[in-house]
T-cell receptor, first 116, second 118 residues
Framework: DTAVSQTPKYLVTQMGNDKSIKCEQN?????MYWYKQDSKKFLKIMFS???????INETVPNRFSPKSPDKAHLNLHINSLELGDSAVYFC???????????????FGPGTRLTVL | AQKVTQAQTEISVVEKEDVTLDCVYE???????LFWYKQPPSGELVFLIR??????QNEISGRYSWNFQKSTSSFNFTITASQVVDSAVYFC???????????????FGTGTLLAVQP
């Protein structure tokens, strides 16, 4: 069974389009995240939700809008895509921090977004 | 500011050699957590280990071992008798605990690409 899944795995689109990436976790975790990995492999957090509430918004352009319909899902919608948005986007989930030493983040397989 | 430095950009070894990946971190927190993740060529991020700041015991898991030293702010990772399947990018990360305990924020190093040649 897949723990953290993302769709689609690959996304190729034109500049200016709007696209969404979906994430689901079946681990029963309360906390979910979006990370961006750029072409140099640098990983940076974008957003974090706890129990459907936005906790971290790491100065991401407001063209990016996360939505958490329930604890198991965290979607990412991107408006007016730009060339610089090309990257791999990872969803992750975890138990609350400090949970009996078992609060590591589990990552989805990533979505490779290419903006032409 | 919180920061993680992985000074080794790329390392190339021959199979069966031992290899150590360095990680140095900066934090003002007295309680913090350190992680290592592996990213193989297939692209997924695989959790390897989590270490508390108050537990300086070294850890060994099969061919993997981790050396945590608070005095030098380092959390190094050694692979013994490396194998081709160990080829991957390895990330060290520091957990920033804010936000009322509701969430973590992982601060990643830039990663070390390990290439194990047959």
């Amino acid at each position: 069974d897949t723990a953290v899944s993302q769709t689609p795995k690959y996304l190729v689109t034109q500049m200016g389009n709007d696209k969404s990436i979906k994430c689901e976790q079946n681990l029963g975790h309360d906390t979910m995240y979006w990370y961006k990995q750029d072409s140099k492999k640098f990983l940076k957090i974008m957003f974090s939700y706890n129990n459907k509430e936005l906790i971290i918004n790491e100065t991401v352009p407001n063209r990016f809008s996360p939505k958490s319909p329930d604890k198991a899902h965290l979607n990412l919608h991107i408006n007016s895509l730009e060339l610089g948005d090309s990257a791999v986007y990872f969803c992750a989930s975890s138990r609350p921090p400090g949970t009996s030493g078992r609060d590591e983040q589990f990552f989805g397989p990533g979505t490779r977004l290419t903006v032409l | 500011a919180q920061k993680v430095t992985q000074a080794q950009t790329e390392i190339s070894v021959v199979e069966k050699e031992d290899v150590t990946l360095d990680c140095v971190y900066e934090t003002r927190d007295t309680t913090y957590y350190l992680f290592w993740y592996k990213q193989p060529p297939s692209g997924e991020l695989v959790f390897l280990i989590r270490r508390n700041s108050f537990d300086e015991q070294n850890e060994i898991s099969g061919r993997y071992s981790w050396n945590f030293q608070k005095s030098t702010s380092s959390f190094n990772f050694t692979i013994t008798a490396s194998q081709v399947v160990d080829s991957a990018v390895y990330f060290c990360a520091l957990s920033e605990r804010r936000y009322g305990g509701a969430t973590n924020k992982l601060i990643f190093g830039t990663g070390t690409l390990l290439a194990v040649q047959p």
